[in-house]
């Protein structure tokens, strides 16, 4: 009965670590005083900066580093968003200046067609190779 | 037929790791990006000139002859190492080094360049880094080779070492 209570209580605080982990905010790179005081257009910065790759720390996005470049493109994209440019127009000012690295997913275009497709082409591929193998082996 | 079978995954895994083998062999910086910038005129800015009094107007400076565009700080460990070869570049025939000092404190700088020399005929002062945006610099020190036209021909991520400074001056002697 005692082992058992002991295993539940284990089980318990694994559930609940998962639980926090999958409850957890990320930390985030935004400093309270780049923050826009309109809503609606902060919301519009965080959702473009989210898409932006950091480029000193290449795996983050420039909205959850702290890499001072990442603060300068961040503190960009506001100003840009309180002059009136659009998403569009963020995108392209940064694509112009550090190619489609520095969006997080690459765009679909003939150069990125390999890389966009051939999941999909293997995943077929895999299909195909259990399909024959189970048509193989009821042979047998 | 089963043995036939298993060659095509072998031949797949195999190749995989030729290529694995291949970018492993080869010389290449997976953290360097190329420049979007390549082939293209030199960005269009204006800011303040350290030492001259008249402001740094991109369109004045580029053109007639070919430049080479230094981004640096005194902050920056690696500017000091490549300092000598950016001397050395200065004082080669035919090309003018330009300096943009980045994100620095100018009274630093100039203390910074006394001690070193400077090999720089004009600076641009980048205080907020906005030049270097416009120029799609991520890491200083970075160097970019202009033409006589000023079009950029040539982006280096990182210190000029002895193995760039030949590169950058093979570039340089193609493009004259």
Avoid at chain 2, 98 to 121: A, F, H, M, R, V
């Amino acid at each position: 009965m005692i082992k058992n209570f002991l295993t539940f209580k284990i089980f318990i605080l694994i559930i609940a670590f998962c639980l926090i982990q999958f409850f957890s905010t990320n930390s985030y790179g935004v400093d309270p005083e780049e923050i826009l005081q309109n809503q609606k257009l902060e919301l519009r910065a965080r959702n473009i900066s989210k898409n932006i790759r950091c480029m000193i720390c290449q795996n983050q996005s420039i909205d959850e580093s702290s890499a001072p470049l990442a603060k300068d493109l961040r503190i960009l994209i506001r100003n840009k968003i309180t002059e009136g440019n659009s998403d569009k127009e963020i995108y392209k000012f940064l694509t112009d200046r550090y190619g489609d690295f520095i969006l997080l997913k690459p765009p679909f275009k003939l150069s990125t067609l390999a890389l966009w497709l051939l999941p999909f082409v293997f995943l077929l591929i895999g299909i195909f190779i259990v399909f024959w193998h189970n048509k193989k082996s009821k042979k047998i | 037929m089963k043995k036939q079978f298993l060659i095509f995954p072998s031949v797949l895994f195999l190749s995989i790791l030729l290529i694995f083998l291949y970018l492993l062999i080869i010389d290449r910086n997976p953290t360097e990006l190329p420049s979007t910038l390549l082939n293209k005129k030199v960005p269009k800015f204006e800011s303040e000139s350290l030492f001259k009094e008249k402001k740094f107007v991109s369109s004045d400076v580029f053109g007639e002859k070919i430049k080479l565009v230094n981004f640096f700080a005194t902050w920056c460990k690696p500017c000091r190492d490549e300092h000598s070869y950016v001397k050395r570049f200065s004082n080669q025939e035919g090309i003018e080094v330009i300096g943009i000092n980045y994100k620095d404190n100018s009274q630093k700088t100039i203390s910074w360049l006394k001690e070193l020399g400077n090999p720089y005929s004009n600076i641009a002062v980048d205080k907020n880094g906005r030049i270097a945006i416009d120029w799609g610099v991520y890491g200083i020190p970075e160097t970019f080779v202009v033409n006589s036209k000023g079009i950029i021909k040539y982006r280096h991520v990182g210190p000029i070492t002895k193995k760039i400074y030949k590169k950058i001056n093979l570039i340089i002697s193609e493009i004259e």
